[in-house]
């Protein structure tokens, strides 16, 4: 790339992205180093040759790479995939390698993502270097987000030794205990319902990427990445939510009130009896629970996900209704979310949205009042949640209702508003005619 390209304002831009990531994962990693744990760095590589931890995760990367190649090096690139995972499984089957924990699968898609990487570098020029780059990146830049997301829970568990369950526990009362009636009602489902539940909350990335393929399904064709896409805000939620995490750490009523908290526990109630009304206040815990409720990210990326897929067909649009419902179940049902932070997932979700459309069609006064709206209501919430429980317990049909009202206004603020910025169809009547064509003699 010439000096004259490297001016260029998006160039600039991109260029100055990829240093602060880069210094945001080695930052990471010299964290978790200090914690005696390897980072997001050295987890990434030792998938280059061993388990990977998240086999499909890999696969979906590198789904979201061959977005810009042709149907042809598609099915090249799968195959080659396939085939080193086989390669791979062959030689692990009678060394009987000591990895417990991982997917058997996958090592191959994160190879051909690095080799499309070197591919773009010696063999592309150009806008077609760009391109395939950007490819790259995109698989890369999601299969790192899972390692970075895991080194940041393991700082949060390190970094904050107390918790506000307690003050979000309390608060919950004003929702009648959610957590408490789902978990009841996903334990009389048996294993069943339990398992299904399970598949969905652990593989959302993937069905994010599903989403995403719709909607860049003519990026090989017309060699250009939409402007916004679900990617994009699934990326800065996984970006921002840890940082609310270290503000307002909590872990959980089935840690803080359940079985796994052992020792840590309040009480052990959770999910048979409401938990006790007292003066809420902090409480020390363990050292490697992450302290990663409020608000849910699963909620926020299932919200992010539902609104992506309503612009697709019908499969897309029951597939997202259908990932948001039971994500909100499995939050819920399995006791790692109390309602209160759903809420504050929802809100989350939406204000980012509406922040990255902003950005990429330029903002406006109605998307600049949206941010602030969402962001001040976030923030109210986790105010209310931490000054207000008391109350909130103690007049539920108040604070109630305000929860799902300040939720809803959000919602509304944000279907308005998108509303205002889609494209409106110019009727037929009012067209242009088009101009005559000279008639050839």
């Known amino acids: 790339m010439s000096f004259a390209a490297w001016r260029q304002p998006r160039a600039i831009v991109w260029a100055a992205a990829g240093v602060v990531a880069l210094g945001f994962l080695i930052a990471l990693e010299i964290a978790a180093r200090h914690y005696g744990q390897p980072g997001p760095i050295t987890n990434q590589a030792r998938e280059v040759i061993f388990l990977p931890k998240s086999g499909p995760l890999l696969y979906a990367g590198m789904a979201l790479m061959m977005v810009v190649l042709s149907w042809r090096e598609r099915f090249i690139a799968a195959g080659v995939a396939i085939g080193i995972d086989a390669v791979f499984l062959v030689v692990r089957w009678p060394v009987d390698a000591p990895e417990t924990h991982g997917h058997p699968f996958g090592n191959g898609a994160l190879w051909v993502l690095l080799g499309y990487g070197v591919i773009a570098v010696t063999r592309r020029t150009?806008?077609?270097?760009?391109?395939?780059?950007?490819?790259?990146?995109l698989g890369l830049l999601l299969v790192a987000g899972r390692k970075t997301g895991d080194t940041w829970l393991l700082i949060t568990a390190k970094t904050r030794p107390a918790v506000l369950d307690q003050y979000v526990a309390t608060a919950d009362q004003a929702l009648g205990n959610p957590s408490w009636l789902v978990g009841r009602i996903v334990e009389a489902t048996g294993s069943v319902g339990e398992h299904v539940l399970e598949y969905v909350y652990i593989q959302l990335a993937v069905a994010a990427v599903v989403i995403a393929l719709y909607q860049m399904r003519h990026v090989a064709a017309e060699r250009a990445f939409p402007r916004h896409h679900l990617v994009r805000t699934f990326l800065v939620i996984g970006l921002l939510g840890p940082g609310i995490y270290m503000i307002f750490p909590v872990v959980g009523p089935i840690f803080a009130y359940g079985v796994n908290g052992g020792q840590f526990a309040v009480t052990d109630v959770w999910p048979d009896?409401?938990?006790?009304?007292?003066?809420?206040?902090?409480?020390?815990?363990?050292?490697?629970?992450?302290?990663?409720?409020?608000p849910s990210l699963h909620t926020a990326w299932a919200t992010a996900i539902f609104i992506h897929s309503r612009q697709g067909p019908r499969i897309l649009r029951f597939a997202g209704t259908f990932w948001l419902i039971t994500t909100l179940g499995a939050t819920l049902g399995f006791g790692y979310h109390y309602g209160v932070d759903l809420i504050a997932g929802v809100v989350f979700t939406l204000t980012i949205e509406a922040a990255m459309r902003s950005q990429a069609w330029g903002w406006d006064r109605?998307?600049?009042?949206?941010?602030?709206?969402?962001?001040?209501?976030?923030?109210?919430?986790?105010?209310?949640?931490?000054?207000?429980?008391?109350?909130?317990?103690?007049?539920?049909?108040?604070?109630?209702?305000?929860?799902?009202?300040?939720?809803?206004?959000?919602?509304?603020?944000?279907v308005r508003t998108t509303k205002q910025w889609e494209p409106k169809a110019v009727p037929a009547a009012l067209q242009p005619e088009p101009e005559p064509q000279p008639q050839l003699a």
């Not at 150009?126 to 990146?137: C, D």
């Not at 020390?284 to 302290?291: A, E, G, V």
Request: hydrophobic residues 45%; positive net charge; proline residues 10%.
């Open 126 to 137: 150009g806008k077609e270097r760009a391109l395939l780059l950007k490819g790259v990146a």
């Open 273 to 294: 009896t409401p938990p006790p009304i007292d003066v809420p206040q902090g409480m020390s815990f363990n050292d490697f629970t992450p302290r990663n409720c409020m």
């Open 366 to 414: 109605s998307g600049i009042q949206l941010v602030a709206y969402g962001t001040t209501v976030f923030a109210a919430l986790l105010l209310s949640y931490r000054y207000l429980p008391l109350e909130m317990s103690r007049h539920p049909w108040v604070f109630g209702p305000l929860l799902i009202l300040a939720m809803s206004s959000v919602i509304l603020g944000y």
